[in-house]
T-cell receptor, first 114, second 114 residues
Framework: QQQVKQSPQSLIVQKGGISIINCAYENTAFDYFPWYQQFPGKGPALLIAIRPDVSEKKEGRFTISFNKSAKQFSLHIMDSQPGDSATYFCAAPPINTGFQKLVFGTGTRLLVSP | DVKVTQSSRYLVKRTGEKVFLECVQDMDHENMFWYRQDPGLGLRLIYFSYDVKMKEKGDIPEGYSVSREKKERFSLILESASTNQTSMYLC?????????????FGEGSWLTVV
């Protein structure tokens, strides 16, 4: 069964700083690694995803870096803003069939201080 | 705008009661999911449905059942609620097929069992 290990569990970053969240996974049936963002009182929503024929994907201030040999991927938030304060979940595909069923990490609560 | 609607946001139930959590999506998605979210444990899949009347157990199905009689509606049932089922429950949906489709979440149902 797929396991996704996410760290840190919580993170405090000053405004303008860089937030980094890491995830490690086991084998996967295919390569698709999304990050979801959840604000208090809301459900998670897709933030950014990578299909690693490339090792990095950037969308605005958010970047996914992917290391296939190490089976790790990370989310970098550049110039972090108080509005980025949320819980972030990484996810990875399952090991076997049933590719619709992503496996989520345990979440990182990010607080960006003004 | 895509929408997954969970009819009950906050519920308080007594131990032993039968609890129904209802979810409706308006995106004509084939897949629907029920997750449970607990601090430090992330999002754990309870049940998954890939078509009407079809279901698969997720990682933590014990104590739960589901019903999908119509494509747009997916219900989670707690046959006899227990205090360890106090949690936030998230319904979600996605398209079927392909490798990695966006999962759209509802805003969650907070269940307290006393």
């Amino acid at each position: 069964q797929q396991q996704v290990k996410q760290s840190p569990q919580s993170l405090i970053v000053q405004k303008g700083g860089i937030s980094i969240i890491n995830c490690a996974y086991e084998n996967t049936a295919f390569d698709y690694f999304p990050w979801y963002q959840q604000f208090p009182g809301k459900g998670p929503a897709l933030l950014i995803a990578i299909r690693p024929d490339v090792s990095e994907k950037k969308e605005g201030r958010f970047t996914i870096s992917f290391n296939k040999s190490a089976k790790q991927f990370s989310l970098h938030i550049m110039d972090s803003q108080p509005g980025d304060s949320a819980t972030y979940f990484c996810a990875a595909p399952p090991i076997n069939t049933g590719f619709q069923k992503l496996v989520f990490g345990t979440g990182t609560r990010l607080l960006v201080s003004p | 705008d895509v929408k997954v609607t969970q009819s009950s946001r906050y519920l308080v139930k007594r131990t032993g009661e039968k609890v129904f959590l209802e979810c409706v999506q308006d995106m004509d998605h084939e897949n629907m999911f029920w997750y449970r979210q607990d601090p430090g444990l992330g999002l754990r899949l309870i049940y998954f449905s890939y078509d009407v009347k079809m279901k698969e157990k997720g990682d933590i199905p014990e104590g739960y059942s589901v019903s999908r009689e119509k494509k747009e509606r997916f219900s989670l049932i707690l046959e006899s609620a227990s205090t360890n089922q106090t949690s936030m429950y998230l319904c979600a949906s996605s398209l079927r097929g392909g490798q990695g489709n966006t999962i759209y979440f509802g805003e969650g149902s907070w269940l307290t069992v006393v």
